[in-house]
Every structure is written in C-alpha cells, then in structure tokens.
C-alpha cells in the first residue's frame, strides 16, 4: 500500500491500520515526519512524492493507494498508474480516476458518523495498537490562529483545542 499524505492526522491512522491489518505499507510525507511513521511500523518512508517519475520510482504499482494530499486533478490523474491492476486508490483530496481497462477502481473518501466504527477504533488507541500524534495543544481563543497554521501546513498532527 502507498499512503501519500502518510504524515498527517488521517494518513497516520490509515498507516497503522494497515499495519496492524498485516498490510506492507510505502508512507510517503515531508521528512519531519520520517521518523514517526516508521515508528508506526511504515515498510519504506519516502520524501514528497515525484507524480512524474513513476511508480516504480517508490517500489510500485500497488495494489492499494490511499491520498490525502490536494494536487490538481492532473495529478490526481497520474496516482492512477500508481495502482497495480486490480488495485484500488482512495483519496480525501479528490478522486483519483479509475481505469477500468487495468480493473483499477477508485474511491473519494468523506467523513462519516459510525459509532461501530469508532468503538473499534478507539478499541485500538486503549490497546497501543494506533496512537494519535498531537501537535500542539491551544486554548480556544486561538483558533483562527490553529485554522491559519493548519491551512498553511504547520501542524504535522492533531491539536487539541482547550476550553477556557
């Protein structure tokens, strides 16, 4: 599996999910995050991923690839040759097309309430199996400052928002 995007709240998650699923997995994000992920148990961490040089520029095709990183929809086009044929690519940043003449299928993720779901997830976070990274902790008063910091790519985790 190729996480782009490995790095961040959603990508984190998606990484140790797939590990603790037996899943071999290519984390790809900025080196500030490096380490963490292959404290996760990421097979291969990579630096920003270069669309134009391939798949098997990264060790790829994969069978699966899942992109939280917003790139224009050309190239997000370009991750479809990052699927191996059969394969899946999902994304929370736009859909990746599909290519129905390889069996590529393609999903574009969205946040849904699942009770079951989050029971089980934080079954996992009490048993050490997912941890979440928290970035910073801030008071409630800072918010338009944590929204411009996440915009801008400065909170490599989750924040916490503290009420007064």
């Known amino acids: 599996m190729l996480v782009n995007g490995a790095g961040g709240g959603v990508g984190s998650l998606v990484v140790q999910l797939a590990v603790d699923a037996g899943v071999e997995v290519t984390a790809v994000d900025s080196p500030q995050h490096a380490e963490r992920l292959r404290?996760?148990?990421?097979?291969?961490?990579?630096?920003p991923l270069d669309l134009a040089a391939g798949p098997v520029a990264v060790g790829g095709p994969f069978q699966v690839v899942v992109n939280h990183v917003r790139v224009s929809p050309d190239e997000l086009a370009q991750l479809t040759s990052y699927v191996a044929d059969g394969g899946v690519a999902a994304s929370t940043a736009g859909?990746?097309?599909?290519?129905?003449?390889?069996?590529?299928?393609?999903?574009?993720?969205?946040?849904?309430?699942?009770?079951?779901?989050?029971?089980?997830?934080?079954?996992?976070?009490d048993a050490g199996k997912v941890r979440t990274h928290v970035a910073a902790r801030r008071s409630v008063t800072e918010l338009a400052a944590v929204h411009a910091d996440a915009g801008a790519g400065r909170l490599p985790g989750k924040t916490v928002v503290l009420a007064p």
């Open 39 to 47: 404290g996760y148990g990421a097979h291969r961490v990579l630096g």
């Open 95 to 125: 859909p990746i097309p599909e290519d129905s003449a390889r069996g590529v299928r393609s999903a574009n993720l969205f946040v849904r309430s699942d009770g079951a779901q989050l029971a089980e997830l934080v079954g996992k976070v």
